[in-house]
């Protein structure tokens, strides 16, 4: 790919069809407010450290939201303090307006290590929120396998979840977050485990259920052509403390195809998460980067046995 | 299959036919030690068993005496000018052979009790199984719960595990003499000693099962709106529950542990009265036979258990079930025919192009 030919657009720049589709976005009611979240850990020694300082948001209903950032910079932390399982040390979470404390159904968690209960089969597993939220059996499975025919599993609907691949796990698993009906879906790296092809194959499931289901969606990626490929916004932090960095909108249209991933506006948008992610080397971490990059290792093949 | 691997791999499972024929090498090779003991006269066979008492006085037919003594008692029979005595060499009276054992698993059912009053070996047998029954159904019903609790909820551990874990240091028979003057001579304090020496285990046992609940599948169970005691009854104990089932199975071996001296606190009862009793009447090939019964139940009970264990929780090892299909009918307010599989049969879902990885 030939990218330096032509300079890269602003990737502030949208299009016409793109801001007039942020527009509406923005006109659409607050699903989620964050106010100045802060969660502070203290370690063994006594210690304490910041995961997360002072990070406010907003996010729309409907709207798909990734939260990028280096490893450390604490999305893990944010994620669990937005479900409910990790208490902040201060600062508020506001669902619809209204103050949230704890887990709740509301906020659908899909998480890396896909969590299905082995006890039960994909349908059971799906059956388990609305059963909890006191949906007879009868309704509750009935729903359950229309839930399992939006992910397009309804052959495995009486497996049990150690029969399914990690694709296929995943599946159901947003399928039993879905069954809940939450306003918003919760997602921590949910294709970190996948390999690359069912990885791709389950971010364009992922947009197709997006479009179908009334459901506001925060993804938690490490990966920058994930989120530029899934998200309207992308919520750039960096670490140490971890705070908001930038919030990107997306410029690339909607609806969004593998194809567009060398599109100018795409590989615009990827330089600058680029930059803000991996931000250029201050003159004293400057020689340790060379060192990684060089590794000191004397030569222990025979001269002429050369692989490259 | 033309290569087959080495017996010797570490960590290596071997193929299910050697697996079998080791199984059964490990009962055979200590049987065969016992035939070579029994039946070969040079290899121990310390004593000689007097045929003809000769000149000796106080030798009679059948009367075993050692060697040394056997000797030195014809040297001085012959020095005597009388006849020398005769006789074979002999095992002590303690190790019957093989064979005696094995017709006294028979006859030991069809000899009548010498006394009257006393029992018949079935009649020992089932005393010995009703009380173990009794001792450690009251243990798993109050342990169980009370493990489960002390599990998942800190409170509880923290109340009840100290005193258990110091209770359980006091040996079960200790509390024998109290059983008796609390609950008298018969049956109960039996049942007290099974309690008390499998209920403190058990409790410290299930609570620890139950505290390496995976936290991920409580945190999944929570986003999904489950919450407060719902968490232990949904989430905790079914995903443990394949686990408390082998940690029953284990303590069930446990309470066969303390039945013998359970039996002996207050009247003698059950299989420990048999036993005793025969090895009082010198009949060593009961008392062998009887041990071995107790053995072949526990195995038995053991390996039964197992095999339900397989079927019961079908996650743990993919094995379509009947026995599972049926005490889900049961217990399930849906009437689903028995007939109708449930499950996609597992060779599709293999090869299915979905499943991957």
């Known amino acids: 790919m030939n990218t330096s030919a032509s300079p890269l657009p602003d990737y502030r720049a949208q299009s016409p069809a793109v801001a007039a589709r942020f527009a509406k976005l923005k006109e659409r009611p607050v699903v989620l407010t964050v106010e100045n979240l802060t969660r502070r850990f203290t370690k063994a020694d006594g210690t304490e450290t910041t995961a997360i300082e002072n990070i406010n948001f907003v996010t729309h209903r409907r709207e798909f939201v990734c939260i990028l950032g280096p490893s450390g910079c604490g999305k893990s932390t944010l994620i669990r303090l937005l479900a409910g399982l990790d208490t902040p040390t201060s600062g508020r979470l ?30 059971q597993n799906v059956m388990f929120g609305p059963i909890m939220r006191g949906t007879d059996s009868d309704e509750a499975r009935r729903e359950a396998l229309q839930w399992i025919e939006l992910v397009g599993l309804s052959k495995f609907a009486d497996a049990y979840p150690n029969q399914l691949s ?56 490490h990966d920058l052509d994930e989120a ?81 | 299959m033309s290569v087959s691997p080495p017996w010797f791999a570490i960590q290596q499972p071997l193929a299910s036919r050697r697996r079998l024929l080791l199984g059964i090498v490990s009962f055979v090779l200590p049987l065969l030690i016992w035939c070579a ?16 008492p000769g000149g000796v006085s106080w030798f009679r037919p059948g ?19 009388q006849p020398a005595a005769t006789g074979k060499r002999a095992n002590p009276v303690f190790l019957p052979e093989p064979h005696k054992v094995a017709q006294a698993f028979y006859t030991a059912f069809t000899t009548e009790p010498k006394l009257r009053g006393d029992v018949w070996l079935h009649e020992s047998l089932w005393r010995s199984i009703q009380t173990i029954f009794w001792g450690f159904l009251i243990s798993c019903i109050i342990g169980i719960p009370l493990g489960i609790l002390c599990g998942a909820y800190a409170f509880w551990s923290r ?32 049942i007290a000693i099974i309690f008390i020496g499998t209920f403190f285990q058990q409790v410290l046992v299930v609570a620890n099962t139950i505290r390496r609940t995976d936290p991920a599948l409580l945190e999944a169970a929570q986003t999904l709106g489950c919450r407060g005691f719902r968490l232990v009854l949904h989430v905790i104990v079914p995903s443990k529950l394949a686990e408390l089932y082998t940690d029953t199975r284990i303590l069930l071996g446990w309470a066969w542990t303390y039945l013998i001296v359970a039996e002996v606190v207050g009247v003698s009862s059950g299989i420990t009265f048999f036993i005793n009793q025969q090895a009082k009447y010198r009949n060593f090939e009961n008392v062998y036979a009887a041990i071995i019964m107790i053995g072949l139940l526990g195995l038995a009970t053991d390996q039964i258990l197992a095999f339900i264990g397989k079927r019961l929780f079908p996650w743990e090892t993919q094995r379509p079930s009947r026995i599972r299909a049926f005490i889900t009918r049961l217990f399930s307010s849906r009437r689903t025919p028995l007939t109708a599989s449930p499950r996609p049969p597992l060779s599709s879902t293999a090869t299915s192009p979905e499943a991957r990885s």
């Open chain 1, 94 to 123: 506001l669902l619809d307006g209204k103050e949230v404390h704890g887990p709740g159904p509301e906020r659908g968690m899909v998480f890396q290590g896909y969590t299905l209960f082995p006890w039960k089969t994909v349908t």
């Open chain 1, 166 to 221: 990690g694709g296929m796990k995943q599946r159901i698993a947003i399928a039993r977050a879905l069954a809940n009906n939450p306003r918003i879906l919760l997602m921590d790296e949910p294709f970190g485990a996948l390999d690359a092809q069912t990885r791709a194959q389950m971010q364009k499931h992922l947009l197709q259920i997006w479009k179908n289901v009334d459901v506001t969606i925060l993804f938690i990626t």
């Open chain 1, 228 to 308: 530029i490929y899934l998200a309207d916004r992308i919520l750039v932090l960096k670490a140490n403390p971890g705070r908001v960095d930038e919030l990107i909108e997306v410029p690339v249209p909607r609806p969004r195809s593998p194809e567009q991933f060398f599109s100018a506006e795409f590989l615009a948008t990827r330089a600058r998460l680029d930059a803000l992610i991996h931000p250029p080397q201050p003159a004293s971490a400057l020689s340790d980067a060379i060192a990684t990059e060089n590794l000191p290792i004397i030569r222990l093949t025979q001269s002429g046995d050369d692989v490259e």
């Open chain 2, 37 to 52: 003991v029994s039946y070969t006269p040079f290899i121990w066979h310390p004593m000689v068993r007097v045929e003809n």
């Open chain 2, 63 to 81: 009367l075993l005496v050692e060697r040394a003594v056997f000797a030195a008692e014809n040297e001085k029979a012959l020095a005597a000018s």
């Open chain 2, 159 to 190: 109340i009840g595990e100290p005193v258990i874990d110091f209770i359980r240091y006091m040996p079960a028979p200790a509390f024998g003499a109290l059983a008796v003057a609390v609950l008298g001579i018969n049956d109960a304090p039996k």
